[in-house]
Structure formats: C-alpha cells, structure tokens
C-alpha cells in the first residue's frame, strides 16, 4: 500500500492548489481524480469553457453594433459555431494540461479512478475498468466540488433540456432559449446565447434576480439585459416540461401559486443551482458528519469530526468559488504542515462575466441594513469617467459603503466595463482594513477605469470631482 503526508480528493481548483502548496512545504502528496482530465468543473466544464463562449460572443456583438461607431468597417459578421466551439476547447484543454505539468513539476502522483474514503487514513480508488487499489495517509483533504442542482421530475439529457454543462456546446444556435433560474450561471450562459441569436427567457422562482447581488446593481442589471433583449418572468416556477412535440413545452406557474401558462423553446437550461458532490465518497461509513443541505461540517481549521480529514470548497458552507476553494486549500495544505493558514470570509470577492459585468467584495445594503450598521454611500457613473466614454462602455456605477463611524471600507459593488478587474483594488484596501479616505488619497492613473473608484469613494464624503 502506497502510504503519503497527504492525499487529495479532487482536482479542481481548490484541490490541485491544496496539493501543490503541500508540496512546496515537503508534504509527499498524491491527487487522487475520477476524470480523464485534471481541473476539475472549473477548467473543463465551469469557468475557463463559459468564459471563453463569453468573450467570444461578447467580440462578435462588438463588431455588429460597436465596431462602426469608430470608424472600423468590417460588414456583417456571422458565426462560425463549429470554429469557436473549437477555440473554446482549446482552451480548456490549455488550462487542464497546464495543472497536469505542475503536478509532475512538484513531484505530485496521481490516481485516475473514483476514490472512497475507508476509514481515517485510507483512500481506496477504482479506476474505470474496475481495477481497486488502496493508498494510505496522515491527512486526506475532501476537494471534491459541486454538481448541478436539478428540477423535481424533470430530467436532463444535456441535448434538449441541458445543465451548464450542456449549454457549452449547442450543435447550433437555438432559436428560442427557456433559462430556469437567473443566478450567475444563467445570466452569463443565458446572455451568450442571446449575442449569438437566440430569443432568451429567464424564468426565476424569486421576485429578482441575481440573489446575493446589491439590489440596487441587480435592479439596473436587469434593465440592461432587458435592454439587450432578454425577457424576465420572475416570480415563476417551471412545473413540467413536454418534450413529446418539436419544440419543448414549459409549464409556467406562478411562484406564490395560481393559473399556469406556457413558453415553447428549442432548449432548457436548467441553471438553479449546485450541490455538494459526495456521493460514493464513503463519509457515512467513516463517521464524517454533513449538515442538512448536504455540506460537509469542519472547523475553523477545515477539519471534520474525524481525525486527519479535511474539506474545502464547494462541499463546505460557503461561497460555490472557485478563488474560495483555492484559499482554502491552499490554508489547509499549511495547517497540514504546521503553519497558520487562513481565509479572511469577508474579503471574497464575487464577479458575474455578463456584459457589463457585475463585481463586488463585502456588504451589500441589504446585510448592513438587517444587521443594523450605521453605513455612507459612495457613488460614480461610468457616464462621467472618461476612458469609459471612449471605450464606448458607459453603462454602469461603482457603489462603496462605508462605516458611517470609523468610514472603513465594508462593501464595494461594480456594475460596468472590466469589474472583474477593478474589484481587486477594493478586495486589497479591505483586506489592509481600508478607509473610503484612503481610496480617494491614493493616485489612480488618467484616463483609466479605476478612476471611477476613486471618485466613489470621494463621493462618500459628498466630494466626488467628476460629478
């Protein structure tokens, strides 16, 4: 029996970050991963592959709407759908190779095979022709992620009702798009398919969208993409869907009850959600306890219940992040090793990649406002910033909250061009404890983007310039 300092369950970003820091630190390691592929969600089926459909779709509206405001003649362009599904491959199987070479880098063994947790110390894994081999360690680290969340008596064949999963590879543009659930994921998958041609509802059981999000930046969000042409039945629940005929029937109800209507579409996205991926994982039988949502229970250091196993990232409380569970395992793998660990909860930042995108780190109105904390508002449009002007992205503002005592930073919120970018400024003067006042000392470059931060946060102390 092959024996370790550390085996690791998964490979996704939480899990190949985990066993590459435990290498550095001289830890024996081995990764143990049912796919044919590292990465994990993240890079082969998540973030990389959605991204890659994003920019692309987001390039081809640019040219058909943008490109001819400034002078650039390019004609009418179309969609080869075939060559970017290809670009989008490419990249994924960029990234996914990309961890395999640093696992060899750091000396790091792997196991191809669906692993089960034996007892406290013991990992079996058995790989896809049935073959059982059993590896040892002094700690085992749970980094086995999420899997889609699915609507009662509806199935999904990923060919005409699909997860997020299937909406990256359409074999054509679908006509008429039904999105179940207006959550990050909908929003960005729902939004390609739009830029690309399709006709796009959103059906969601809340009365908003994006639920977490600031409800002032999910509010114009939503006036946005309606703008661009997504329609929105919110307070709504899909009930059943006829897949008998051509086109999918959607039974529609509202959410509080009352008389149903229908939608007819080629496709369903079914985006409400993910859930923590244990199963076959052996934790009944090891004693690991999991709370009523399905989450495996550790401690402030990412122990369980049972001696020498730990969890990270999706199946723990939490955001579903992909950065989450790279801090996390990244502070575990130190805890592994004798060193002091940790992940700051309240500097997390969050983005949604739609055009424009939404980012933001820390409180949003609605948490000070339920936990009674006195705050100030700080906010620009991206109107009145100049290099958004001339990049012709002016939709949007930058939102800061601040103490209204001590006037520390407490949440940042982005809605408008390269938010995915400007968030980190705000996550790292959170994270030194930051003043709004130390925002608006600090010399931003002109003309730039984060220029609109700057005066967000003047404009908390009623000072903004551009304004």
Avoid at 14 to 33: D, H, K, P, S
Avoid at 92 to 98: E, F, P, S
Avoid at 238 to 255: Q, R, Y
Wanted: with cysteine; hydrophobic share 45%.
């Amino acid at each position: 029996m092959s024996s370790y300092d550390l085996i690791v369950i998964g490979s996704g970003p939480g899990g190949y970050e985990c066993a590459i820091r435990a290498a550095q630190l001289g830890l024996q390691t081995a990764v143990v991963e049912k796919w044919p592929t590292f990465g994990g969600t993240c890079l082969n089926v998540g973030c990389i592959p959605s991204k890659a459909l994003l920019h692309a779709s987001e390039t081809y509206e640019e040219a058909g709407h943008k490109f001819g405001q400034m002078g650039i003649k390019v004609g009418t362009p179309s969609v080869d759908l075939p060559t970017l599904l290809k670009y989008k491959q490419q990249n994924v199987d960029a990234n996914t190779k990309g961890v395999d070479f640093l696992f060899k880098k750091n000396k790091i063994e792997t196991f191809r095979g669906v692993g089960r947790i034996v007892a406290s110390g013991q990992v079996e894994v058995k790989d896809d022709g049935g073959k059982t081999q059993y590896l040892e360690a002094k700690a085992i680290v749970i980094a086995t992620g999420s899997d889609v969340a699915r609507l009662n008596g509806i199935d999904i064949d990923e060919k005409r009702i699909v997860s997020s999963t299937g909406a990256l590879d359409f074999p054509a543009v679908p006509q008429r798009l039904v999105v179940v659930g207006a959550g990050v994921i909908g929003m960005e998958l729902g939004s390609v398919w739009r830029r690309l041609g399709a006709q796009v509802t959103v059906v969601e059981f809340l009365d908003h969208i994006l639920p977490g999000i600031d409800g002032e930046v999910a509010r114009q969000f939503q006036r946005l993409q309606e703008k661009q042409g997504i329609a929105f039945r919110l307070s709504s629940k899909v009930t059943a869907i006829d897949t008998s005929g051509k086109t999918l029937k959607i039974k529609v109800e509202p959410a509080a009850g009352g008389a149903a209507t229908m939608l007819e579409a080629d496709i369903v996205l079914v985006a409400i959600g993910r859930v923590p991926y244990t199963d076959g994982l052996g934790l009944e039988a090891a004693g690991v306890q999991k709370d009523n949502r399905g989450r495996v229970l550790i401690d402030e250091h990412f122990r369980t219940n049972v001696a020498g196993i730990y969890a990270i990232g999706d199946v723990v409380a939490g955001p579903m992040l992909a950065h989450k569970a790279e801090d996390e395992g990244i502070a575990v793998a130190e805890i592994i090793a004798g060193k002091a660990g940790h992940v700051n909860y309240d500097v997390i930042p969050n983005v949604v990649y739609t055009s424009p995108e939404i980012a933001s780190v820390g409180k949003t109105e609605e948490e000070l406002k339920a936990a009674g904390v006195a705050y100030q508002v700080g906010k620009f449009p991206f109107t009145a910033n100049a290099r958004a002007r001339t990049n012709l992205a002016t939709d949007g503002f930058v939102k800061i909250l601040a103490d209204a005592k001590t006037d520390r930073v407490l949440g940042v919120h982005i809605l408008g061009p390269d938010a995915e970018a400007l968030i980190a400024e705000a996550a790292i003067a959170m994270e030194f404890g930051a003043s709004s006042e130390d925002i608006a000392r600090t010399c931003h470059a002109h003309p730039t983007l984060s220029e609109a931060v700057k005066e967000a946060a003047l404009a908390v102390a009623k000072r903004a310039i551009n304004m």
